[in-house]
């Protein structure tokens, strides 16, 4: 008779390889996305909140000057009109002030900041504060990040999060800002060196004033992490929390950490309280705030999971279980607490899209869109991290025991059934991917991007900003009739002017230019 024996899986994938391997897919996919921002071009807001400044250049070619012209802009539109200073100094040093040209730095800075801002957090976090493994650490943020960045939908999502300087300055820029800020927080208590560990503390009290002035949705959630972190300190002050895993030298470091906290805090008073905001209300429709809180907790299901989350982010929560699942071999801390962190996670992201539904009755901004999937994401990771890790801990006999005895998890390689699993998900994310490209070739944000550049219609759109740019830069014309666009790039187009020269984008445009009206014209 013949017999048939089931082929065995040996294969183990080694953590520093796939740390290799991700970090080369999250970098190569962020490439075709930077070389977009060389057909990038500023619209809207990029005029009026930059036009002081760049009046300024144009008359004197000063850069310091210019800066000190930007920050007079920031202080009028803090007083007439928004309270978050830092975003408002933020979008007034547009580098289109400097020259449409430098406009192309707009990505770059971008996703540089998000990037670094998310490395940064989940070091401080899981490899100076837990100690677990890097190069384990390095798979989970460039998953991370590549869900934040290249799983991002919806419609003008990606222009206003990556490419329209004004909004992604505002809102993603300072959301990575935010991590970076966690992060120092972080290091000025878990790091070895007692220098070190006072650097991090002065600079993360200098940053901590100015993220309390970042944009509403994330300035709130860092206000939320301060004031929880300040019970933190008071109940280990007065003896009723412990912190596992500091020294005695650390231990003098938290007792400092009040200070960024507390400066925090005040500048968020600041922004909440800025004399502009009653003129900004005055011409919104505002929600009452317990309805906002009502109606983010709903959206936070209805827009979060049900329209923005798709099959690819799933597929990789999965893969991030193994991982997960082997970084919990060295951690030395219980954890104890999911159903308390995940509601935590949940009434966090919620709070993310409070403040705009409360000012504006709406989170139908691209921008702020992306801002709150961007915070989803990384919640759901950290609460798959912490699920995995209590089953982990709780279901795991053996683990229980090599914690008794420090035998911890120092293998270099998943085991046979883990490297399984992870193969698995990273051929139907590749099949995937490949059937949904094809279709919709602007599925992902790079695909977006290559789509653009080798269709020729990024070309297009540069070359016809080139003839509106040499229109309105010509003193003989005092009323440009600029062409409509014949093509509008899913991640380049923001907003243009309109037929109605007493439209507001109209006469921003205007005057930026020196012009006396702006008019868009049908294309023939």
């Known amino acids: 008779m013949f017999s048939y024996k089931t082929p065995k899986f040996n294969i183990k994938l080694n953590t520093k390889k796939l740390s290799i391997v991700f970090t080369a897919v999250y970098v190569l996919s962020l490439i075709p996305m930077l070389i977009l921002g060389f057909y990038d071009f500023p619209s809207a807001d990029d005029f009026s909140m930059a036009l002081e400044t760049r009046q300024y250049f144009v008359a004197n070619g000063d850069f310091f000057g210019t800066v000190i012209a930007s920050l007079q802009k920031s202080w009028m539109v803090y007083s007439q009109y928004e309270g978050y200073f830092f975003s408002i100094i933020l979008t007034c040093i547009c580098p289109s002030v400097f020259g449409e040209g430098f406009y192309f730095l707009t990505p770059f800075l971008v996703l540089g900041m998000l990037t670094f801002g998310v490395c940064y957090f989940f070091d401080a976090l899981f490899v100076r504060a837990l100690h677990l493994d890097k190069d384990l650490t390095n798979v989970v943020r460039m998953l991370t990040l590549f869900m934040m960045v290249q799983c991002l939908n919806g419609a003008g999502t990606r222009v206003e999060a990556f490419y329209w300087y004004s909004g992604a300055i505002n809102y993603t820029f300072t959301f990575g800002m935010a991590f970076f800020w966690l992060g120092l927080l972080i290091r000025s208590v878990y790091e070895s060196d007692g220098k070190v560990r006072h650097r991090k503390l002065i600079w993360a009290s200098i940053w901590a004033f100015f993220m309390g002035g970042a944009n509403y ?23 009723r929390f412990d912190i596992q895993g500091i020294d005695d030298e650390q231990r003098k470091s938290f ?25 900004r209300f005055a011409e919104t429709t505002q929600m009452t705030p317990v309805k906002a809180v009502f109606v983010s907790l709903y959206d936070t299901f209805d827009m979060l999971f049900n329209d923005m989350t798709r099959w690819e982010v799933l597929v990789i929560l999965i893969l991030l279980v193994p991982v997960f699942w082997k970084m919990a071999g060295k951690l030395k801390v219980r954890l104890e607490h999911p159903v308390l962190f995940t509601l935590f ?8 899209m409070t403040p705009p539904i409360f000012a504006t009755a709406n989170i139908d901004a691209g921008r702020l869109r992306a801002l709150a999937f961007m915070e989803y994401v990384l919640m759901l990771v950290l609460v ?51 059937l949904s490209i094809k279709p919709e070739p602007e599925y992902y944000s790079c695909t977006s991007a290559l789509y653009d550049i080798a269709s020729g219609r990024a070309a297009t759109y540069k070359q016809e900003n080139a003839d509106r740019l040499e229109m309105l830069r010509d003193d003989s014309i005092k009323n440009a009739e600029l062409i409509e666009y014949s093509v509008h790039p899913e991640m380049l187009f923001y907003m243009d002017v309109t037929p109605d020269i007493s439209e507001w984008i109209n006469q921003a445009t205007a005057i930026y230019y020196d012009k006396e009206t702006t008019v868009l014209l049908p294309r023939e």
């Not at 996670?345 to 993310?352: D, E, G, I, K, M």
């Open 217 to 239: 949705l994330s300035a709130l959630e860092l206000a939320i992490c301060s004031v929880l972190l300040l019970f933190v300190f008071v109940m280990v002050k007065l003896g």
């Open 255 to 279: 007792s400092r950490i009040w200070i960024p906290l507390v400066i925090n805090l005040i500048g968020f008073s600041f922004s909440c309280f800025g004399p502009g905001n009653s003129n």
């Open 345 to 352: 996670a949940f009434l966090l992201v919620s709070s993310n």
């Open 384 to 434: 798959e991290f912490y699920l995995t890790t209590v089953a982990r801990q709780y279901f795991d006999k053996k683990y229980i025991s090599d914690i008794k005895h420090n035998e911890l998890d120092d293998s270099n390689a998943f085991s046979p059934v883990f490297s399984l699993v992870i193969a698995i998900c990273e051929v139907i994310f590749i099949v995937g991917s490949v």
